[in-house]
């Protein structure tokens, strides 16, 4: 045999050890040092499949998750935020080298962007009516076109064919060729848009605190709601459970599902204007700024606040993997969890000065941070923030034409009702608590008494020898089975009533007002 080939399966059998270990339960129980025989046999077959699920683990990773995902690694002293994107760019290879760009277009911003959920058409807005779509795959210009009026954000639908633009009077739905599809008049004067593509519905908050939920594939308009919290353009979607995330001017910020008139949850955030909200992916972390130049992060399985940091921000956002970008003016800053959501300065970006950022968004699956901001859009580098590793029966970068429209149409098929949309969607398919029974009204209780005492008088009964059916004791009979029979409802109304029949006694302790102290009974001598 080779020598290469030689160590080249040792290689693999040394990189499977160590996954072996990554999946390993710990070191195992000493069998040794047992005397009882029946515990040791149990102990040992418990071993032998804590190895086996281990080994499995470690090849399933292999084959299914073969890219493992970079991230910035300083060496002793260094701090990974001084590096910049100058010194990354020397660092990796040919292809990601080519992704970060800069384009400068200062005539129509400051810009808006989205990404679909795959990472590889990015929609831009500009303020004053440019849009275009573009394939971040091969850096090609699909269309580009102008509205000739103010664009307040965009999103994509459920695929690159569709996306919806937030206009100046009404949202319009556009397809990939730029005709004008729909114009969707009753959402008014849209501030943002949100798509929860598990249920086909399109989000919007209007100028007027108006919450509107549309189904893109039929058409319906499922809800439209008043916040009563007044405007507001801090809008997000949670991708845990697709409730919808507001922030408003009195520092709240309330989540919002399409059957509920209320919001499922009110939190006060901030002492002053919430001006940006992002969830991450896992949807237990949601991260908040506001202008008392505060981030905070929340658990939002408690509701409290995990950590504080002195800091403003005008965008949030959270990767895949949970890094949380920030914009402040023409600066961009990424923080990065090292453990117990305790998020530290991991990178920063400084574009022109001047330059004011209006929104980041990470791409999916790719190393990249989009940034919208006054003079264009840009997009750079940031290790470690996407997911190296995507299946393709969710989230295809390189789908054909035939897997785009099977996705379509299972997407189509496998569309949730509005009612699944919950803070806890694990809720599902679970079975309910029995409902407390509902207290019975007074006129239910009369009518059903009624029927009791017509129901106790006309039993019939035997006839007995001896003069134990005289008509006395018959009479006699009767109405203890009639008072029988009315006794239950009787304390239902009394339950109901709270016993009107007892007088309340007024003990010497209570001080009556002065008013009322000349009725008191005085006490007997």
């Known amino acids: 045999m080779a020598p290469a080939r030689v160590d080249a399966e040792k290689d693999a059998q040394h990189e499977l050890e160590m996954k072996v270990a990554k999946y390993s339960r710990g070191q195992g129980a000493d069998l040794k040092a047992l005397g009882d025989k029946k515990l040791k046999g149990q102990l040992s077959v418990k071993e032998k499949l804590y190895g086996q699920s281990a080994k499995a683990a470690a090849k399933a990773e292999k084959w299914l998750m073969p890219n493992d995902g970079g991230i910035l690694e300083p060496d ?3 701090k990974t935020y001084r590096f910049s994107q100058r010194d990354i760019l020397t660092e990796v290879d040919l292809l990601s080298s080519r992704k970060p760009f800069d384009m400068i277009l200062p005539v129509l911003g400051p810009y808006n962007i989205g990404y679909t959920s795959n990472g590889r058409y990015m929609l831009v807005g500009g303020r004053k009516g440019h849009l275009a779509m573009m394939d971040m795959l091969h850096m090609d210009l699909i269309k580009e076109f102008e509205v000739r009026e103010t664009v307040r954000d965009v999103t994509f639908l459920h695929n690159e064919q569709l996306y919806a633009v ?16 729909h114009c969707l008049k009753e959402h008014g004067k849209a501030l943002k848009l949100q798509f929860l593509s598990k249920q086909f519905l399109l989000a919007s908050i209007n100028s007027f605190g108006q919450l509107h939920y549309q189904d893109v594939s039929t058409g319906e308009m499922v809800a439209n709601y008043r916040t009563g919290l007044g405007r507001t353009d801090v809008m997000r979607a949670n991708p845990y459970n697709a409730v919808i995330g507001l922030g408003h001017a009195g520092g709240k910020v309330t989540m919002w599902k399409p059957t509920s008139v209320k919001p499922l949850v009110t939190m006060l955030c901030h002492h002053g204007p919430v001006t940006a909200v992002a969830f991450d992916r896992g949807g ?34 959270f990767s895949q993997k949970g890094l949380l970008a920030c914009s402040n003016g023409s600066q961009v800053e990424i923080y990065r969890d090292f453990g117990g959501h305790d998020y530290k300065l991991y990178m920063k970006h400084k574009i022109m000065k001047g330059y004011q950022v209006g929104k980041v968004l990470f791409r999916p699956y790719e190393d990249i941070l989009g940034i919208g901001h006054s003079m264009g859009f840009s997009s750079i580098l940031v290790p470690g923030s996407g997911e190296s590793n995507f299946d393709t029966f969710v989230d295809n970068p390189m789908e054909t034409t035939k897997q785009k429209r099977e996705k379509e149409v299972h997407a189509l098929l496998d569309k949730l009702p509005p009612e699944t949309i919950m803070l806890n969607p694990n809720m599902i398919a679970t079975v309910s608590a029995p409902k407390k029974k509902e207290k019975k009204t007074k006129k239910v209780i009369e009518e059903e008494m009624e029927d009791a005492i017509e129901a106790a008088k006309n039993i019939e009964r035997k006839k007995k020898t001896k003069g134990r059916s005289k008509p006395s004791k018959r009479a006699k009979k009767k109405a203890e089975d009639v008072f029988k029979a009315k006794r239950p409802f009787l304390e239902q ?19 009556l007002p002065k008013a009322l102290q000349r009725f008191a009974k005085k006490p007997q001598s």
Not at 493 to 503: A, C, L
């Open 166 to 181: 937030a206009q100046k009077k009404y949202p319009y739905i556009y397809n990939q060729h730029g005709t004008e599809i």
């Open 76 to 78: 002793h002293l260094e």
């Open 284 to 317: 237990h972390l949601m991260a908040t700024a506001g202008v008392d130049r505060k981030i905070k992060i929340w658990d939002l399985r408690k509701y409290e606040v995990v950590h504080s940091y002195p800091q403003r921000a005008q965008s949030l956002d």
């Open 493 to 511: 109304s009394e339950e109901i009533n709270g016993r009107p029949d007892k007088k309340q006694r007024i003990g010497e302790e209570v001080e």
